[in-house]
């Protein structure tokens, strides 16, 4: 995860995590990122919910 970007309101389901952060134009964005070795699944959403169901349907590729 980018260490430039500060993210709030953190949470974890599953092996996703969850993070609101602005973008560098000022736009708040929500994240959802995989924490599994060698997923590397991750996705910005316009909506906190849209990221959280991402994050809870979410399947990692690799096992
Ligand atoms: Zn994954």
């Given at each position: 995860?980018?260490?430039n970007?500060?993210f709030?309101n953190v949470?974890?389901?599953?092996p ?8 560098s134009?000022?736009?708040e964005k929500h ?8 997923c590397?699944?991750s996705a910005?959403?316009d909506?906190?919910a ?8 979410h399947?990692?590729p690799?096992r």
């Amino acid at each position: 995860m980018p260490a430039n970007r500060h993210f709030r309101n953190v949470i974890r389901i599953g092996p996703v995590q969850v993070g609101t952060a602005y973008d560098s134009r000022g736009h708040e964005k929500h994240t959802a990122a995989c924490t599994a070795p060698r997923c590397g699944f991750s996705a910005d959403y316009d909506s906190r919910a849209a990221a959280e169901l991402a994050a809870r349907t979410h399947h990692c590729p690799v096992r």
